[in-house]
């Protein structure tokens, strides 16, 4: 007679995402991208820093850059937007984004004067946080606890290979995400620890 089999698990997990680390991930990726402004000598601008917080149901973004060349220019500025999550629940952007310059000191002023749709553009492009590598890190610590009982006489384990980020909500001081585990998993019931002492009840 050939065993059942055992039944699939589906498994969610929270993740909690502090703003400071966040803005990390945000400014690593960041920090690589250049634009060429359209000035003589072609200086290129850089962020330097990245500071995210919570504003609502918003996302803050206070952008730090800086251009190279003579020019010389340090700025900061604002954007705002909507958490959206990608089709594989992998990349976090900003949807329905405001930007602002802040005007005080010379390299605001000048960035404001700069900021032509192209640069705008680069700077909305930068609001983007791979987050592939955080869920590669929490689908390996799932892994290293399977196979586990979060119940009395339920077991459950398999394999976990990739880590999808299904829902997302701006807390106070970090992004809070449901996280849907993918892999072969199982789930095994055992009637011990599932019925009272003496057996079903029967009416």
């Not at 705002?80 to 010379?106: F, H, M, N, Y």
């Not at 880590?163 to 849907?180: M, P």
Request: hydrophobic share 45%; charged share 15%.
């Amino acid at each position: 007679m050939t065993a059942p089999t055992p039944p699939t698990a589906s498994l969610t997990l929270p993740l909690r995402l502090p703003y400071p680390e966040l803005s990390r991930l945000a400014a690593g990726w960041a920090a690589q991208q250049a634009f060429m402004l359209p000035l003589p000598g072609s200086p290129t601008l850089r962020v330097t820093d990245i500071q995210i917080n919570a504003a609502g149901p918003r996302l803050n973004a206070a952008v730090s850059v800086q251009s190279s060349g003579l020019l010389g220019v340090r700025a900061t500025l604002d954007l705002s937007g909507v958490p959206v999550l990608d089709e594989a629940g992998q990349i976090l952007t900003l949807g329905d984004v405001a930007l602002a310059t802040r005007k005080e000191g010379l390299g605001g002023r000048l960035l404001g004067m700069l900021a032509d749709a192209r640069v705008s553009a680069y700077l909305i492009r930068l609001a983007r946080v791979d987050l592939a590598p955080r869920l590669a890190e929490l689908c390996a610590q799932v892994q290293g606890r399977l196979p586990l009982s979060p119940l009395d006489g339920i077991m459950v384990a398999g394999t976990v290979t990739r880590l999808a980020v299904t829902h997302l909500e701006v807390g106070a001081d970090a992004l809070l995400l449901t996280v849907a585990a993918g892999g072969d998993l199982q789930v095994t019931l055992s009637a011990d620890g599932l019925l009272p002492p003496g057996g079903p009840v029967t009416r």
